[in-house]
């Protein structure tokens, strides 16, 4: 079992926005920075979105982060049948000294 | 831009010691970054291994430290990772990343395209 808590899928239809969230603890998201990935079968993860809610460049601006208290969130806009793939939540756990992820989250659009 | 590429054996024997490389290009390997590797069960979420610096500094996740070892030879751009006493538990994709992590910022920046190993006799 995950330390950050995510919903195994979600799902939204193309144009329309979806939300992806992640719970922690105050022990990870509560005090440190939260990073996002995508993830496509077969592929490595790729970083969407790393201290809560920057974009590195070339990561379009329909993703976007956020994070309120042991909780972040992953936005995406203008849902793209490419955008379909599996999401990660990312941050540091200072009381376990780990890197910890989330279970996972797969995006479909329907 | 960055690169990274693992390498190694795609299948190790039970109770064997696993042996990744990762090599480094278009960036040279300092202590500014952390070096990370990090592994995916099949059909499975992701793990964090482990990180070490350019200067040889480690953290790595309690749940497999008595079994980790790291190290880095900035001089051929590679760092490497050894997995003892591993069990079919251990198969997964195997990343190597370059990575920030800090008291309160953890990230993963570059990947590399992942190896698959195989634990089995």
């Known amino acids: 079992q995950s330390v950050l808590t995510q919903p195994p899928s979600v799902s939204a239809a193309p144009g329309q926005k979806v939300t992806i969230s992640c719970s922690g603890s105050s022990s990870n998201i509560g005090k440190n920075y939260v990073s996002w990935y995508q993830q496509f079968p077969g592929a490595a993860p790729k970083l969407l979105i790393y201290?809560?809610?920057k974009r590195p460049s070339g990561i379009p601006d329909r993703f976007s982060g956020s994070k309120s208290g042991t909780s972040a969130t992953l936005g995406i806009t203008g849902l793209q049948t490419g955008d379909e793939a599996d999401y990660y939540c990312e941050t540091w756990d200072s009381s376990l000294i780990v890197a910890v992820f989330g279970g996972g989250t797969e995006l479909t659009v329907l | 831009q960055v690169q990274l590429q693992e390498s190694g054996p795609g299948l190790v024997k039970p109770s064997e010691t696993l042996s990744l490389t990762c090599a480094v290009s278009?960036?040279?390997?300092?202590?500014?970054?952390?070096w990370g590797w990090i592994r995916q069960p099949p059909g499975k979420g992701l793990e964090w291994i482990g990180s070490i610096t350019g200067g040889g500094g480690t953290y790595r996740n309690p749940s497999l430290k008595s079994r980790v070892t790291m190290s880095v030879d900035t001089s051929k751009s590679q760092f490497s990772l050894k997995l003892s006493s591993v069990t079919a538990a251990d198969t997964a994709v195997y990343y190597c990343?370059?990575?920030?992590?800090?008291?309160?910022?953890?990230?993963?920046?570059?990947w590399g395209q992942g190896t698959l190993v195989t634990v089995s006799s």
């Open positions: 201290d809560n809610n």
């Open positions: 990343a370059r990575a920030i992590l800090t008291s309160t910022d953890s990230y993963f920046e570059h």
């Open positions: 278009g960036y040279s390997m300092t202590t500014d970054y952390y």
